[in-house]
Structures are given as C-alpha cells and as structure tokens.
C-alpha cells in the first residue's frame, strides 16, 4: 500500500510539474541563454517509465528497490533530521535524473526547437526482467517496443536526425547493455546498446565502454544530495577540519582469493601493516572497511566516517573497472588513489578532466603492486605534506562536480554546476558535434 501511494504521488507531481514549466519556457523563448540550449523532453508512455517501478521488489536476485524509491529517487533519509544525506541506490539514477530535468531552464514543448530530446525511458529498471526475469531468455528484444513506440508515434521526431539528438541515462555499467545480438548461448546482460536502430542516441552509463562513440560515463550517485549552498558549505568546512588519521583507506569487498589480485594485495598490505604498527602509534597507515556482500550499498554511514578520517582512498577495481567509491571519497575529501586509468581517467571526461588528473589523485600501476612488490604505502608516504594539502583541496574543489543536489534546491546551489548540469552540457556539444 505504501509503495502504491508512492508512485501515484509521483504520477501526480510529475504531471502537475511539468505543465507549468511548458508555459514559461514559451514566455521566455527569447532568452538568448537558451540559444542552442533548448532540450525537449520526448513525452513517453507511462509503460517506459513510472509503471516500471512496480516491479521495485520483483527480482529476488536484487535488492528491494520499493524503500529507496522515496524522495524521487534519492532514497530515504539517513537520520530525521537531515537535510542533505539519504540512502540512495545507483540503479535509480534514471528517477533521479527525470526529476531533475524538469527544472533545466531551457525546456521546450516543440522538439523543432530543441537541440536535444531527453528520452525519460528508466532503462535500466527495464532489463531487470531480462537480467533475472521471465524475459530472460530475449535479452535482445530489450528496446524492441520503444523503437516501435518512437517509429510509430510522432516519427518526425525521431528520424528528423535519425536519432543523433536524442540521450537517455541507463544506470548500469554499458557492459549490461552489449550482448551481442547473434550470440548463443546467451551471455549476461541485454542487447539494447548492440541494436543498430540505437547507435545513434547517446547513452548515459555508470560505465561506458572505450569504443562506441555514443557512450559517456557519469559519476555514480552518492548518499550526499544537498538541497541549499549553506549546506554545502557546513559539509566542505567539515571535510576541511578533519583530522586524518590514517594514511590510506580500502573500502570494499573482495581480496580474499589465492590467486594474485590487486585487491588481494590491498588487504595483505593493510593486514600486515596494521599487524606491525607500533601499539603507541595514534594514526594508522591503512584502515579497511569490509563491504562485503554489499552491506555498505544503502549505509553511507560505514564509509563515510572512516573515509573522512583517511588522507588517500584506494580504489581497486573489481568486477568491473569503476566503483562508486570513487565519487563517496571525493564527497569526504579523501585523495583517490587508482591502479589503472579505466576507473576513472578513460571514463567520467566530462566530470573529472583527464588534464587535472594529477592535480587530485594519485595513479600507481596494479601490476607493479601485484607482481613488482611495490607497496603503496611507500609511495603515498613519499608524497610531501604540501602536496597532500594542495590534492585534497584540489578534490574538494571537485566535490560539487561529482555530486547530485536535491531536486528543488535553492537559487545559490543552483548556480554551481552539479553532475547532471554537467552531464546536460556535456550531451549538447556532443550532439552538436554530431548533427
């Protein structure tokens, strides 16, 4: 019943949010802010999206997604009384994204005037029933009834550019997305990103591959969605007091097989080190978290404090490249520390410019730390303190980048570009370059 009342609630708003903003978008038509800003948002059958949420608790497999729906995505708050941490999980990105949309500036009800058509379609919610559902076995239909809803319904819109100006997000990593259409048996993942009537769009992901030119990853969502810039600054001016006691932080799973890993090392270092430290020593060179069997996913309150107390945070990757870790420690101020540019580097161009990469974060080779005996507490240690200082207010500095404000933020917040204002602009030049 409560998840009922939550999605006709949401029903409600989107609908009674979105009529407003048409009228004032045609009133200020002639704001020259908006030259070649304007975005359409493609009106798509409830089916494609707000319905897809009934099945928040459907997969076993999963998650139960129906307690984060709250707050348009964001999840549930972490404490009563807070104002800017909730318990959010990434897969709902496409929601909290399609709320936030709403209030870009620069909306038009005619997509003849739009540079850009954001297709409101929650993608990755979807292909749960081909992930783990009964569409199992037809991964490669996945994006079958939106091409024909887009072919059939209004189809100038579509093939005006055949597809070149229109983007959704989908929040998963793209690998999710690329079964290839002719495999058999079937591998993981759906074939939505190999059909070639969508090779054109441009997709959103958590993690994009390195070829198809219509991939762009974004940071993942964080649990810090701040809704005034007085918030932001209380958080920044604790990030900034904290006293670090710790050289370096895992937060994570894994590690734990025979075979040769670079998270395997990670935790034999920390082990050993903390297993020969001196018992009058008040710091610690390496504190671990142990995120295993994803206990950390909707806690932010695990990591985060060990996070704020930790100079350098390492971020292995694992089942695959990236880790939303990544984007939790630059929230707490703590130095990224990577073993391989595919995390992050080659992946979030938009959000975290490869030509600052050394101003923030450090980069150590995971070959050298598997097989060359390098230790990594060596070499963070080698780094002079005034450095130290310089990367961490280098990262805070990247902080409001990486993170996703609350819907309905004040007028301040809104002046500092967050990840999907960056995101929107990102997906303008790039579709300009394209059409």
Known sequence: ???????????????????????????????????????????????????????CNRYPITDDLCPYLANHGLGPKTHTRTRSWYRT??????????????????????????????????????SLRYLYGPDLNSSADHGSDLLEFLTRDQPEIWSRRSGHDHFLVMARPAWDFSQPLTVDPPIWGTSFLERREFFNLTALTLESRFWPWQEQAVPYPTSFHPHSLPFLESWIRRVRRSRRTSLMLFAGGGGTSSSPNIRRSIRLECTNTNATESESKSDKICDFVDCSNGICEHDPIRFMRPMLQSSFCLQPPGDTPTRKATFDG??????????????????????????????????????????????????????????????????????????????????????????????????????????
């Open 1 to 55: 019943m409560a998840f009922k009342s939550t999605v006709t609630t949401l029903t409600i708003f989107f609908f009674f949010f979105v009529e407003p903003r048409v009228v004032s978008q045609q009133i200020s038509a002639v704001d020259s802010e908006c030259t070649n800003r304007w975005i359409h948002i493609r009106t798509l059958p409830s089916r494609f999206n707000l319905d897809l949420l009934s099945t």
């Open 89 to 126: 999980d990434p897969l709902l990105l496409e929601l909290i994204f399609h709320r936030r949309i709403l209030e870009y500036p620069c909306l038009t009800p005619d997509p003849d005037l739009a540079s850009a058509v954001y297709l409101p379609y929650y993608a990755g919610i979807d």
């Open 330 to 435: 630059i929230i707490a101020g703590c130095i990224p520390v990577f073993f391989e540019d595919q995390t992050a580097k080659m992946q979030y161009k938009w959000h975290l410019p490869e030509s600052e990469f050394a101003e923030f974060s450090v980069t150590i080779p995971k070959e050298d730390v598997v097989f060359r005996g390098v230790r990594i507490q060596d070499v963070l240690m080698s780094i002079p303190k005034e450095e130290v200082a310089r990367m961490r207010e280098k990262v805070i500095e990247m902080m409001p980048r990486v993170m996703y404000r609350r819907h309905g933020a004040s007028m301040g917040l809104m002046n500092k570009k967050d990840a999907v204002d960056i995101a929107i602009d990102g997906v303008l030049e790039k579709i300009k370059s394209r059409v």
